[in-house]
């Protein structure tokens, strides 16, 4: 453990905060962290990339990997605390927590924790609402629109929901058992009062009711960026696959760390993971595959209390990543606010019954009132509007209440998603060199025959997509013979292919194997004491190297 003590996570931090607090990690680890930059954002600032691997055990390019990225959605910035926190665990563990010591000597974690470092800083810094880049997007003048343009109207910080009293057209009234919580207007409701919703916002143009609210200069969600099945139409897409600074460093930084083998996106909210396949239905998956992203989530479900859920989005990182690269990964939706106060979420969404509503809107205000000390939801309060007259304001907080967790919650919520990329960097492959076999076979003339394999839940290239694309380079054995030593049989350096992961030996009928292993021989004219080297070499499963003295032959070495 460090002498210096660690950031409380107990608030959310701006730009210029988090790279401090990572350089300060850094300079206490130098033997387990290095800071780089993987790129520049849109506005110049640097995409700080940490790589977190035991340095004494290996370099970090040649243990498998797994990439952790968040807050390529501006408002999500929980993701970054996350990752902080998962970074700042991994490095103060290290030494005393044998989980930690086991992974950091074996794997490699590659943590981006604010891949959108403007859009982010807009949202900590201003009380701004937007959805990715600070580039303005699609190119038309947004505010030449008559309507209503989000803004925070009475200067306390931020952008809260307007109540416009109208008791002849209104659609929304106050529940009866508390008048905080609005409801929809009934089919048969006379008495009001009755009410117009807006977002707390001006008006511009020759704006008429009801008022169309204009979603502001930023146009783009870099999250549909990326190029698999993008195309035009896609919302806030872009003009072409990676267009977007931010999202061509991630674009990069995957292709180029070739052993990344699992991937986590972190956004919020909601609970829940978002996982392949994305644009087709689970039977055209490869069957393994799936098996693994669900047993994966399965063991990331133990430790958050989230649930797994298919997605149909598209051009996402989460999807890129699976059908361009063959990595499994997750789009991880933190903060569980409904599932807290006892909301079922898929109710929440779909619900169309009056008394169903009103009762899921009271349990999260009883959630406020008891867990959140009141402060999730900003009472109603009068006040004069420079153009509407008179108005409420109030609702709840959009940013620190619906959209990420309260900061008294944040630390929690580090915790279990760190664990949660604990169980998924458990599960990636990890060649070893298991058994070497020595024989002399006359004079200076030795048979060496080798077996490697794969201790690892996954297969040696990540998935069965990456082996049919061909994205990974096959595994290989090599055996390094010293000057005075000839090679008489096989060749130095072999491919063996990919090994299989335990995952392979599952069977629905509660048997099977898995074919995690090769065996390769060859034969060398040496001198009775050189020494030989047998080195084992996966792009997505790791490597490992053995020296094996050749005097005392006819034993075996393992
Ligand atoms: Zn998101």
């Keep these: 453990m460090s002498e210096q003590k660690s950031f409380a996570f107990d608030r959310y931090l701006t730009y210029e905060e988090l790279a401090e607090e990572l350089e300060g990690i850094a300079a206490r680890h130098p033997d387990l962290i290095t800071l780089r930059s993987a790129g520049e954002s849109y506005e110049g600032r640097k995409i700080l990339a940490v790589t977190v691997t035991d340095r004494e055990s ?56 604010r891949v959108n470092p403007d859009g982010a800083e807009k949202y900590l810094t201003t009380p ?18 008559p309507g209503l343009y989000p803004c925070d109207i009475d200067g306390d910080g931020r952008i809260l929901t307007m109540r416009v009293r109208d008791d002849r057209r209104g659609e929304w009234r106050p529940s ?19 009410y117009r919703l807006y977002r707390e916002g001006e008006l511009r143009g020759t704006a008429e009711e009801p008022f169309d609210e204009q979603p502001g200069p930023w146009g783009l969600d870099i999250n549909r960026n990326f190029p698999s099945n993008w195309h035009p139409e896609i919302e806030g897409g872009g003009p072409y ?10 674009v990069n930084f995957i292709t180029e760390h070739r052993n990344i083998a699992g991937l986590q996106a972190f956004h919020t909210c909601g609970g829940f993971f978002y996982r392949n396949p994305y644009q087709y239905p689970e039977e055209e998956m490869d069957e393994q595959d799936l098996q693994a992203t669900r047993e994966i989530a399965r063991a990331g479900e133990e430790v958050t209390g989230y649930t797994d859920e298919k997605s149909d ?36 969404r779909h619900s169309v019954d009056p008394r169903e509503r009103e009762e899921m809107e009271i349990k999260l205000m009883q959630y406020n009132d008891r867990e959140l000390g009141g402060r ?21 907080d959009p940013k620190f209440a619906v959209q990420n967790p309260p900061p008294e919650l944040l630390r929690q919520e580090c915790y279990k998603n760190t664990r949660w990329i604990l169980k998924h960097a458990s599960a990636l492959p990890q060649v070893e060199v298991e058994d070497v076999l020595v024989t002399c076979e006359g004079e ?20 069965n997509k990456a082996r049919k694309m061909q994205v990974v380079r096959p595994d290989s054995v090599q055996l390094q013979l010293p000057g005075e030593a000839e090679m008489l049989f096989g060749e130095a350096e072999q491919e063996i292919g990919y ?47 053995r020296e094996i003295p050749l005097s005392g032959v006819n034993r075996r070495d393992s």
């Design 58 to 113: 290996g370099r970090p390019g040649e243990k498998p990997a797994i990439y952790c990225d968040g807050n390529i959605h501006a408002g999500e910035v929980a993701p970054s605390m996350i990752l902080l926190y998962a970074i700042d665990y991994l490095t103060s563990r290290f030494g005393t927590d044998e989980e930690v010591d086991h992974l950091l000597s074996s794997r490699t974690f590659y943590f981006l924790p």
């Design 128 to 145: 701004h609402l937007l959805r990715s880049s600070v580039r303005c997007y699609p190119d038309k003048k947004a505010a030449d629109l």
């Design 176 to 194: 009866r058992s508390d008048p905080r919580v609005m409801l929809p207007r009934g089919p048969a409701e006379r008495d009001g009062p009755f």
């Design 241 to 250: 696959p990676t267009s977007e600074p931010e999202v061509r460093a991630i």
């Design 313 to 348: 989005n598209c051009s996402t990182l989460t999807e890129w990543a699976y059908e361009h690269r063959g990595i499994l990964g997750y789009t991880t939706e933190v903060w569980d606010r409904l599932a807290r106060a006892g909301v079922d979420r898929t109710q929440y």
């Design 376 to 396: 999730a939801f900003h009472n109603w309060k009068q006040f004069r509007h420079p153009q509407l007259g008179e108005v409420e304001l109030g609702g709840w």
């Design 444 to 463: 200076n003339i030795f048979r060496i025959s080798a077996r490697v394999g794969n201790s690892g839940y996954l297969p040696t290239c990540g998935s």
């Design 499 to 545: 090994l299989q992961g335990y995952i392979s030996g599952h069977d629905p009928r509660g048997v099977g194997s898995a074919d995690s292993c090769a065996r390769t021989v060859w034969v060398i004219r040496a001198p009775e004491d050189a020494v030989v080297t047998l080195r084992v070499q996966s792009e997505r499963g790791g490597s490992e190297a």
